[in-house]
Nanobody
Framework: QVQLVESGGGSVQSGGSLRLSCATA????????MGWFRQAPGKERERVAA???????HYSDSARGRFTISQDNAKNTLYLEMNSLQPEDTAMYYC?????????????????????WGQGTQVTVSS
């Protein structure tokens, strides 16, 4: 059974930083893409960053240069380091895992559809 549990969200001021964590169970990093998505009130969920099975990272335009995705295979944990946060980054952040190499093409290069989700962690950035 796959389990994804996010943590690390909170409230910060504009320009601040946060590090999100996603603890995983029942999931093999070398078989699946892992990624971060976010959803603001009244908006659709959007992609933020992902890491391919071979460790190659990908970022959305809004995340590139400010956010860093990483994973610790020994701890089965995915991270998202977020710097220079802005009010528009306010959203619920979700950790996700794709469907594996045989899934349909997904929202990031080298990744298939994201099928597994955590419960989310809230990030609020005030100006």
């Amino acid at each position: 059974q796959v389990q994804l549990v996010e943590s690390g969200g909170g409230s910060v001021q504009s320009g601040g930083s946060l590090r999100l964590s996603c603890a995983t169970a029942g999931y093999s990093y070398d078989s699946y893409c892992m990624g971060w998505f976010r959803q603001a009130p009244g908006k659709e969920r959007e992609r933020v960053a992902a890491v391919e099975r071979d460790g190659t990272p990908h970022y959305s335009d809004s995340a590139r240069g400010r956010f860093t995705i990483s994973q610790d295979n020994a701890k089965n944990t995915l991270y998202l380091e977020m710097n220079s946060l802005q009010p528009e980054d306010t959203a619920m952040y979700y950790c996700g895992g794709d469907s594996g190499p045989r899934g349909r093409p997904g929202p990031f290069p080298g990744c298939s559809d994201f099928h597994y989700w955590g419960q989310g962690t809230q990030v609020t950035v005030s100006s």
